[in-house]
């Protein structure tokens, strides 16, 4: 045989190789590693989506919340996991975006060069709340009332989330002086503010909502394009007189970055297929989490790396010191 005809052959022995391999995963039980605590928008994503895959790829897919460190303890996990694909990271804004700059001096691994994207899940818009202890009712009104009290309010975010950077953005388009109560997650941010330990905070929709609606916390504006249906008298930052403060969280699937693209290709089939059933549409419905899917890894991947180049930008401006 010669060289030219061995070529072809090695090619197609191994896309045989990749559909074999694919076609043999899952063989036990999958790891879903959430790099956060309960309650927030990203474990959200993996519990709804879990039952699903487990039904179509006939293993369990099990959810870890592996929280610590703003998200990289439970990445670098994922990131040294064996490349199988029987471990899987929902990974967000923070974690694949913001933190491979933020902590770039002490991490010992690169989320973005070290992780493989396998589909962008939910694009998660953030909500300006106060407690009901606080007399503002707008946006104005807490610019107002934080300017006659210079850094007497705070706010809760995780120490350089993407929540952190658009308030350190408000504060400064507006003069306010305030200070920063670092957390561990949206769902440790809420519980503080139903006290008021803490006054007011960016916190996703997802997470505060209910307690929207609940009478718990105040809603001021929201950082969408348009007004959210399930508050549709709550303005955005926008029409609140700050366009451009804001971020959506988006949350997608990851895993190590050597894992055969078969199995990536099957895993972003999977997910495309239990994200059309009607009642994991209804389960992301009920729960205010936006759907946002990626048509393939290879653009969920070049959507995740413009991110971490953007975020790189916004990290460097503001100096937040994250290690």
């Known amino acids: 045989m010669t060289g030219r005809a061995v070529l072809p052959a090695i090619a197609m022995w191994l896309a045989f190789a990749g559909i074999a391999h694919a076609q043999a995963w899952p063989s036990k039980p999958v790891h879903v590693i ?14 709804i989506l879990a039952p699903g895959l487990a039904e179509a790829l006939g293993q369990p897919f099990i959810v870890e919340n592996r929280p610590g460190a703003a998200g990289n303890i439970g990445v670098e996990y994922v990131v040294h996991s064996p490349p199988d694909g029987h471990t899987l990271l929902v990974g967000n804004i923070s974690t694949n975006a913001i933190n491979p700059t933020g902590f770039a001096r002490t991490l010992k691994f690169n989320a973005v060069r070290d992780l493989a994207g396998v589909s962008l899940i939910a694009s998660i818009p953030t909500v300006l709340v106060v407690g009901t202890q606080l007399p503002p009712n707008s946006v104005k009104e807490l610019i107002e009332y934080a300017r006659a009290r210079p850094g007497e309010l705070n706010f809760s975010n995780p120490i350089g ?52 609606k609940g009478g718990k916390l105040k809603a001021l504006a929201t950082t969408s394009a348009q007004r959210l249906p399930e508050l549709p008298d709550v303005p955005t930052m926008a029409e609140a007189g700050y366009p451009g403060v804001g971020s959506v969280n988006w949350n997608g699937f990851f895993v190590p970055a050597k894992t055969p693209r078969a199995i990536v290709g099957r895993l972003h089939a999977a997910i495309m ?47 937040v010191r994250m290690e």
């Open 273 to 319: 297929e239990v994200m059309q059933r009607p009642q994991v549409k209804t389960a992301f419905a009920n729960s205010y989490v936006p759907v946002t899917l990626s048509r393939s890894p290879e653009e969920f991947q070049a959507f995740v790396e413009a991110e971490a180049a953007r975020w790189a930008r916004v990290v460097t401006q503001y100096n």
């Open 34 to 47: 959430v790099p956060f605590t309960l309650g927030g928008a990203t474990d959200i994503v993996a519990r």
């Open 161 to 212: 989330a993407y929540s952190h950077f658009d308030t350190l953005e408000l504060a400064a388009r507006a003069g306010i002086k305030v200070v920063h109560v670092p957390s561990k997650g949206a769902g440790t941010a809420v519980t503080p503010m139903l006290s008021g330990e803490i006054h007011f905070s960016f916190l996703n929709a997802a997470s505060v909502v209910p307690y929207i």
